[in-house]
């Protein structure tokens, strides 16, 4: 059974920081295309950064670029996002999601391309 579980969410002031973490087990990891998204209620879940198997290629739209850098540990099974400058419009709950490919040639990360998604976890920015 495939099972992915964030960590890291929690409440924090405009400016702060905070490090997700997504630990997987039931899939191997080291040959998936992982991605973190975000939704708040009665939006489209929105990609914030996506990740090959390898680590060595990334892809986030230019609104997330500047703030948020993803990155992998293959060794530990284990994703993370580091989010900075947090700002309000950040609440949400954030998601890591995990495909069934390592990567996608043009990059893609579109929701409907990862096949497993954790539970979320939430990031609540204050102002």
């Known amino acids: 059974q495939v099972r992915l579980v964030e960590s890291g969410g929690g409440a924090v002031e405009a400016g702060g920081s905070l490090r997700l973490s997504c630990t997987v087990s039931g899939l191997t990891f080291r040959d998936s295309a992982m991605g973190w998204f975000r939704q708040t209620q009665g939006q489209a879940r929105e990609l914030v950064a996506c990740?090959?198997?390898?680590?060595?290629?990334?892809y986030a739209p230019d609104s997330m670029k500047d703030r948020f850098t993803i990155s992998r540990d293959n060794s530990r099974n284990t994703m993370y996002l580091q989010m900075n400058l947090l700002k309000p419009d950040d609440t949400a709950t954030y998601y890591c999601?995990?495909?069934?490919?390592?990567?996608?040639?043009?990059?893609?990360?579109?929701?409907?391309?990862?096949?497993?998604w954790g539970q979320g976890t939430q990031v609540t920015v204050s102002s």
């Open positions: 999601a995990a495909a069934r490919i390592g990567w996608w040639y043009p990059v893609q990360c579109d929701p409907e391309d990862f096949a497993y």
């Open positions: 990740i090959n198997s390898r680590g060595g290629l990334t």
